[in-house]
């Protein structure tokens, strides 16, 4: 993917850092989205910084509509995360394609996997080529207290 590309509807997405609008990021997902509620800002700023952030805005306004974080090295291991399309486009296909641009930006590193964690949204993602873990039991997290 270019720094933009365009979607369904008009909408484009973009993986200049910025273009995010940071203060609409952080009322999204501190407020709204069930694995943030309270993050803080400062918190959502660094996981920014240090993440490959990717934004889908509106055709007439520009407007942020949606947006996706992923977690990577660039060269063998990406995490998906935060993925949040606003309340008022969903329905539109804004998050089936925010995802399919994610994945294209990432296959050509030669990436062995992208993980994402979902409690709601699987037939999304499996649209898109995920699937559930083949060997969950391989896997382990380790969870600080905040």
Partial sequence: MTDAQRLPGGYELSTDPARIDLDRVHRWLSADAYWAIGRPREKQERAVAGSLNFGVYAPASGEQVAYARVVTDRATFAWLCDVYVDPSVRGRG???ALVGGVRAHLEPLGL???LLATEDAHGVYAKLGFKPLDTPDHWMALAFEQ
């Fill in 94 to 96: 804004i998050g089936t």
């Fill in 112 to 114: 062995r996997r992208v």
